[in-house]
C-alpha cells in the first residue's frame, strides 16, 4: 500500500497529530473501548465524502449530486445486513449515543418507565443514568449483577420489570465481562410487553464473528458502535426489524441529525466489508484468547477479577484487596506505559472520579499482532507497574521497556507525517 500522507501545511496541527501517532505506537492500548482501524478504514474516512452533504436515504435525498453517496450508503446497508442478518439498518447515527436517543425516541414518549443495566454494575451512561438525557427524559429504573457471582442477577430484573412495567428493557453496557443471555431478556419483556432493546457496543465484533451470542433475532432494536471490536471508524449503527424501520429512520433524520457523515458511512462500509472476510474471525477469537490469558495471568499474580474471569475482549479488576483506587492505578499504568481507564466495579464504594476498578480490553493490541504469550509480558508490566505505583523513576524504567517492546508490533508503517 503506497504510503499514507497526512502532512498538513500547518505546523501546530502537524505537531499534535505526530505526538498522537506516536503516543499509539509507543504505548499499550487497553481501553477496551478502542481499537485501531486498518490504514484502507483510515484512509476512506478521510475521503472528499467529507464535503458531501445527503440529508434523507438513498433515492429520497434533500440535495441534488447524491448518486454516489446513495450507492455507499446502500452497499454500507448491505454489508451490515449481511454480517449481522438483520431486516433493516440505519448507518447515519454519528456515535452510539445518537443510535441510543434515536432508539429511544422511535418507541419512548417522554415521561415513559424504561429499565436499564445500572452503570455501577457495568451498564452505560445513556441506559438512564440520571446525568444524561436517558436519565432526565424517562422514569428509570436499573437492574444489576449478583452480589455473589457478580453475573446479571435475572431474578432482579424480572422482579424490577414486573414493579417498573417498563416500556422499553435495555440489555447491554460497557464494563460486563460475561456473556448474556439474550433469551432471557425477550422472556421477561413479553411478560411486561416491554420492547428489547440491546446495546451490542462493546462485543458487535465478536457477535459478527460468531462468537458471542447474537441479539438480532430476539431483540426489537439493537444499537452499535462501529468503532470497538468491531473495528470500525468512530460512529453508531441501529439494526432493526422492518416494521420498525420507518419509526427509527424518522428520529436519525429529521429527528435528531442533520447531514449523515458520509465518509464516515464510507470507512464503515470498509470496515464491514473486512468484517466479512474469513480472517475477522480469526481476529475476534485471538481478541477473545488474548483477553482469557490475561485474566488468568492477572489472577495467579493475585488480582481479583469481577465474575472471575471474561468471556469477551474485557477484564474488569477489582482493586480493592490492593488497597489502591482506580484512577491511582490508572495514573501508574500511564507513566508505565499502559493505557488503561478506571471504572467502577459493582458495590463501589469509591465515586465515579475516583472509582476501586480498572478495565481492560484486548481488541487494539489484537490487531496490531499480538498473541497470548505477548499478553503474559502486558501482564507482568501492569502487575509491576500496580506493585509500587507511586515510584515514578521506577514506572519510567517499565515505560522504556514497553516502547521497546511495542517496536515488535508496527503500528501505521505507512503513516507518515
Ligand atoms: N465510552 C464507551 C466505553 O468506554 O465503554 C462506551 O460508550
Given amino acids: 500500500m503506497p504510503s499514507i500522507d497526512h502532512n498538513c501545511p500547518d505546523p501546530q496541527l502537524t505537531d499534535i497529530l505526530r505526538r498522537e501517532l506516536k503516543r499509539q505506537?509507543?504505548?499499550l492500548e487497553m481501553i477496551a473501548s478502542e481499537n485501531f482501524v486498518s490504514e484502507a478504514v483510515l484512509r476512506v474516512g478521510a475521503s472528499v465524502f467529507?464535503?458531501?452533504y445527503a440529508e434523507g436515504y438513498p433515492d429520497n435525498r434533500y440535495y441534488g449530486g447524491c448518486e454516489h453517496a446513495?450507492?455507499?450508503?446502500?452497499?454500507?446497508q448491505a454489508r451490515i445486513r449481511k454480517i449481522?442478518?438483520?431486516?433493516?439498518?440505519?448507518?447515519?447515527?454519528?456515535?452510539?449515543?445518537?443510535?441510543?436517543?434515536?432508539?429511544?425516541f422511535a418507541v419512548l414518549n417522554?415521561?415513559?418507565?424504561?429499565?436499564?443495566?445500572?452503570?455501577a454494575h457495568g451498564g452505560h451512561l445513556t441506559h438512564g443514568a440520571p446525568v444524561n438525557f436517558s436519565g432526565r427524559?424517562?422514569?428509570?429504573?436499573f437492574y444489576g449483577v449478583r452480589e455473589d457471582n457478580e453475573l446479571i442477577d435475572y431474578d432482579e430484573l424480572l422482579a424490577k420489570a414486573e414493579s417498573h412495567r417498563p416500556k422499553l428493557i435495555i440489555a447491554g453496557g460497557s464494563a460486563y465481562p460475561r456473556t448474556i443471555d439474550f433469551e432471557r431478556f425477550r422472556e421477561i419483556a413479553d411478560r411486561v410487553k416491554a420492547y428489547l432493546m440491546v446495546d451490542m457496543a462493546h462485543f458487535a465484533g465478536l457477535v459478527a464473528a460468531g462468537l458471542f451470542p447474537s441479539p438480532v433475532p430476539v431483540a426489537d432494536i439493537v444499537t452499535t458502535t462501529t468503532h470497538k471490536t468491531l473495528r470500525g471508524p468512530r460512529g453508531g449503527l441501529i439494526l432493526c426489524r422492518k416494521s420498525l424501520a420507518k419509526a427509527i429512520d424518522d428520529q436519525i433524520f429529521p429527528g435528531i441529525q442533520g447531514g449523515p457523515l458520509m465518509h464516515i458511512v464510507a470507512a464503515k462500509?470498509?470496515?464491514?466489508?473486512?468484517?466479512?472476510?474469513?480472517e475477522f474471525i480469526d481476529y475476534q477469537r485471538q481478541i477473545v484468547k488474548n483477553a482469557q490469558r490475561l485474566a488468568t495471568h492477572l489472577a495467579d499474580s493475585g488480582f481479583r477479577l469481577v465474575s472471575g474471569g471474561t468471556d469477551t475482549h474485557l477484564i474488569l479488576v477489582d482493586l480493592r484487596p490492593k488497597n489502591l483506587t482506580g484512577l491511582a492505578a490508572e495514573r501508574a499504568l500511564d507513566k508505565a506505559g499502559v493505557t488503561a481507564n478506571k471504572n467502577a466495579v459493582p458495590f463501589d464504594r469509591q465515586n465515579y472520579a475516583v472509582t476501586s476498578g480498572l478495565r481492560f480490553g484486548t481488541a487494539a493490541l489484537t490487531t496490531r499482532g499480538f498473541k497470548e504469550r505477548d499478553m503474559d509480558q502486558v501482564a507482568e508490566f501492569i502487575v509491576e507497574a500496580l506493585r509500587r505505583p507511586d515510584e515514578d523513576g521506577y514506572l519510567t524504567k517499565?515505560?522504556?521497556r514497553v516502547e521497546a517492546f511495542t517496536q515488535a508490533f508496527p503500528l501505521y508503517p505507512n503513516l507518515d507525517f
Fill in 269 to 278: 462500509a470498509a470496515a464491514l466489508g473486512e468484517a466479512l472476510e474469513p
Fill in 25 to 27: 505506537r509507543v504505548k
Fill in 70 to 76: 446513495d450507492e455507499l450508503e446502500s452497499l454500507c
Fill in 110 to 119: 417522554p415521561g415513559d418507565p424504561i429499565l436499564g443495566m445500572s452503570l
Fill in 137 to 141: 427524559l424517562y422514569k428509570t429504573e
Fill in 84 to 104: 449481522f442478518n438483520c431486516e433493516h439498518v440505519n448507518v447515519q447515527p454519528h456515535c452510539g449515543s445518537s443510535a441510543n436517543m434515536a432508539a429511544f
Fill in 50 to 52: 467529507t464535503n458531501k
Fill in 398 to 400: 517499565i515505560r522504556q
